[in-house]
């Protein structure tokens, strides 16, 4: 089969279009045809050189494609059918598994990071990831959902249990990430704050429902959120920009407040002051994913229209290295796709 893969970590150069064997399947797998597959900000880092990365590597954790084949001990599953891919690997056995907690899992990672991924034509995968769409979902509709979806509601509801009411600061509206955020807030009954780095980004970002908008280039985050809530601050931020905004993101926070993170994609030396935090009361969490339970919950929203995948443009996978270019060079709003 055709995949992208890198035998050298570096730049998007690195990214060759070359043939590799077909995975052999397992008779406690499905074999899947790869229609689509999105970028998300793991496959650049992933290319840069993650530790854990074995070469060659093929990225690609977000996957909507076909059925071809299921192995004899898989039941359920029949050749044709149209589905997408959990993006995570766990080992489906220890008590946090079991107890519905996969993002706890010793061996919990996601999909194409520490094994190959969907950058490809055929993958053979565990059935508990196999999840059949609708009809009225695309491929590359359906592999813009479940990485950013997932993370984003462990975020909201996992994590920082929003409710109606509650106002919410969406850093990087035009993101993966951010154009799931904005949506579950709302379908949370929240008020929006989404920050963005274009007009273009900022009238998208109120389309998709923010309530208000932040040009992070210009304004100051903290200023404009202060002007917004009338001084009072927010409940809970959504941050996954790291570095850049980190102080600016706490100092939005209303006394009481939490911010939930889920990347450092603008580097990962934060720095606040701890007096602040102690002194406000304020919570910080962490976030890694999310479990099986909530993509089946945040899914059952997209299968019923309550929630949009936001596709930002498609290319074909030999033309791996200039959707790359185009997410780092952060032009995306919504979710950068691949075509095999
Ligand atoms: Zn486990």
């Known amino acids: 089969m055709k995949a992208i893969r890198y035998q050298e970590f570096g730049g998007p150069e690195v990214l060759k279009y070359e043939d590799v064997p077909d995975p052999v399947l397992r008779e406690d797998q499905v074999l899947i045809r790869v229609k689509a597959c999105a970028l998300n900000h793991l496959d650049l880092w992933c290319?840069?050189?993650?530790?854990?990365?074995?070469?060659?590597?093929?990225?690609?954790?977000?996957?909507?494609?076909?059925?071809?084949?299921?192995?004899?001990?898989?039941?359920?599953?029949?050749?044709?059918?149209?589905?997408?891919?959990?993006p995570m690997v766990f080992c489906n056995r220890c008590a946090e598994c079991t107890a519905g907690r996969q993002n706890m899992c010793r061996d919990y990672s996601v999909l194409g990071y520490l094994n190959d991924g969907g950058n490809c034509e055929l993958l053979a995968i565990s059935p508990v990831n196999v999840i059949p769409v609708p009809q009225e979902l695309t491929y590359d509709e359906a592999a813009s959902v479940p990485l950013v979806f997932l993370t984003a509601w462990h975020m909201l509801h996992g994590r920082a249990r929003v409710k109606a009411g509650d106002v919410v600061l969406v850093l990087a509206g035009g993101s993966g990430v951010g154009v799931a955020a904005i949506q579950i807030a709302k379908l949370a009954g929240a008020t929006v704050i989404a920050t963005a780095g274009s007009e273009a980004k900022l009238d998208q970002s109120r389309e998709l429902?923010?309530?208000?908008?932040?040009?992070?280039?210009?304004?100051k985050i903290s200023d404009e959120v202060?002007?917004?809530?009338?001084?009072?601050g927010v409940d809970i931020v959504i941050e996954h920009v790291g570095q850049a905004t980190f102080e600016e993101s706490m100092k939005s926070l209303r006394p009481g407040g939490t911010l939930v993170t889920c990347g450092a994609t603008t580097g990962a030396e934060a720095k606040f002051d701890l007096r602040f935090l102690f002194?406000?009361?304020?919570?910080?969490?962490?976030?890694?994913?999310?479990?099986?339970?909530?993509?089946?919950?945040?899914?059952?929203?997209?299968?019923s229209g309550r929630l949009k995948p936001v596709v930002d443009k498609t290319y074909p996978l030999r033309e791996a290295r200039a959707a790359h270019e185009r997410l780092e060079k952060k032009e995306q709003f919504g979710k950068v796709v691949l075509n095999p």
């Open 209 to 219: 429902g923010a309530d208000f908008t932040i040009h992070h280039y210009q304004q």
């Open 47 to 86: 290319r840069k050189g993650l530790p854990g990365v074995k070469l060659p590597h093929i990225n690609g954790s977000d996957v909507a494609g076909d059925v071809v084949e299921a192995g004899e001990y898989v039941t359920g599953l029949k050749a044709g059918e149209r589905v997408l891919l959990a």
């Open 279 to 303: 002194s406000r009361q304020l919570s910080l969490l962490g976030s890694y994913m999310g479990t099986m339970g909530e993509l089946h919950e945040v899914l059952g929203h997209v299968f």
């Open 226 to 232: 202060k002007k917004i809530t009338g001084k009072r």
